[in-house]
């Protein structure tokens, strides 16, 4: 079975300051692992995502998320925050095991409010 | 041109009816999915489709089906609704049923029943 933990359901930030959105996951197999925004009213657009290559990913709009093995953690940052970036931010997990059937496991997300 | 599609996008209706969704995608990929996202903003799975064959059947109630004539199109069908069932439904489509591959999601269509 595989789930994810986001560690905090809101997180507000100055414009202009880093952003760290933090991301436990837990997973039998080998996971991939993905970042998914959603701004109000809108669809889920991919951020980025981990696919067993490098631990250190980038993605788009200037975030990066890195894949830490040993702490089960795909923690999500930027190091400096835009108004654009006030949204919800979903932390995915879908293992390798038989296919992926389980489909995607998201989240509860993460609401990040930025302060002018 | 829009790569996952549904239709529509805001359904209002009283309880008891029956109403579908319709999703199209135009990337060809093998597998489409639907999701639904509740008022508190969780996403669970409810079922997939892979090459026209049921692959997940989550733990949804019966009054739910999805219904595919094409590997393009995934429709979801609801009969006798209820105020629980409100929730934004979301669509989405991948390469094939695997992990790995990123998947498309559609914009969601918003389901008020009153």
């Known amino acids: 079975a595989q789930s994810v933990t986001q560690l905090d359901s809101h997180v507000s930030v100055s414009e202009g300051t880093p952003v760290l959105l933090r991301c436990n996951y837990s997973?039998?197999?080998?996971?991939?692992l993905f970042w998914y925004v959603q701004h109000p009213n809108k669809g889920l657009q991919l951020l980025l995502k981990?696919?067993?290559?490098?631990?250190l990913v980038k993605g788009i709009n200037g975030f990066e998320a890195e894949f830490k093995k040993s702490e089960t953690s795909f923690h999500l940052t930027k190091p400096s925050a835009h108004m654009s970036d006030a949204a919800e931010y979903f932390c995915?997990?879908?293992?390798?095991?038989?296919?992926?059937?389980?489909?995607?496991?998201f989240g509860k997300g993460t609401h990040l409010i930025i302060q002018p | 041109d829009t790569a996952v599609s549904q239709t529509p996008k805001y359904l209002v209706t009283q309880m008891g009816n029956d109403k579908s969704i319709k999703c199209e995608q135009n990337?060809?990929?093998?597998?489409m999915y639907w999701y639904k996202q509740d008022s508190k903003k969780f996403l669970k799975i409810m079922f997939s489709?892979?090459?026209?064959?049921?692959?997940i059947n989550e733990t949804v109630p019966n009054r739910f089906s999805p219904k595919s004539p094409d590997k393009a199109h995934l429709n979801l069908h609801i009969n006798s609704l209820e105020l629980g069932d409100s929730a934004v439904y979301f669509c989405?489509?991948?390469?094939?049923?695997?992990?790995?591959?990123?998947?498309?999601f559609g914009s969601g269509t918003r389901l008020t029943v009153v």
């Open positions: 989405a489509s991948s390469p094939t049923l695997g992990s790995g591959y990123g998947y498309t």
């Open positions: 997973s039998s197999y080998s996971p991939s």
């Open positions: 981990y696919t067993s290559a490098a631990t």
């Open positions: 995915v997990v879908s293992d390798l095991r038989g296919g992926g059937a389980d489909g995607l496991t």
């Open positions: 990337l060809g990929h093998d597998t």
């Open positions: 489709y892979n090459n026209k064959e049921l692959i």
